[in-house]
């Protein structure tokens, strides 16, 4: 009964510090918090979930979120690793606070392996259902009329686009029938 009543204390004081924080979200027992600048490549997105005997038990420590589809898994073991040396330490004791602030202190020397270009992914070349069910489909085209398409036609030139100019507003016309008014009202 100990370890519900810490998580109860603990899971109050991470909602008031954490209150506003939009790179902070908790889901249940799971809690997640946003390290770095969204959309970096050096950012990442550290998931603590608590298991029943926490705090007197390891939580679970993760980076498996979508968000972090950028990382490379080295980079990712490596992250997951030193945070579970630092989680050892704290063991018995409220630590998930603990754990985000050592993140966002230690972000650089955790990201410094990661490379701005995106992993590689492979392929398998084995066949499955649905990636041979994804090549047969094909994107349907905009079936037009002969109307239409000769009036497309005619409003393009030989490589498909519309002539140089062709949004282009008259700026005479325009300002004559906007300023005209303004001018008569302020010589009246």
Known sequence: MACKEAQEEEKEVLLSIYDGDECFKQIENCYQYRIGTEGHYKSFLLEIRWGDN???EMPDINLDAFYNHHLQSGVRCSVVEKIKAEAEQW????????LFE??????DDLMSEQTEEPPEIKEDKKSTP?????SKTK????????????KLANRTDYKGEMPRGWNWVDVVKHLSKTGQGKQQSTNS
């Open 54 to 56: 926490y705090p007197d």
């Open 91 to 98: 063991l018995g004791s409220a630590m998930t606070y603990t």
């Open 102 to 107: 050592w993140a966002k202190e230690n972000a």
């Open 130 to 134: 649905e990636s041979v069910a994804a």
């Open 139 to 150: 994107e349907k085209k905009e079936i037009l009329t002969k109307a239409q398409k000769r």
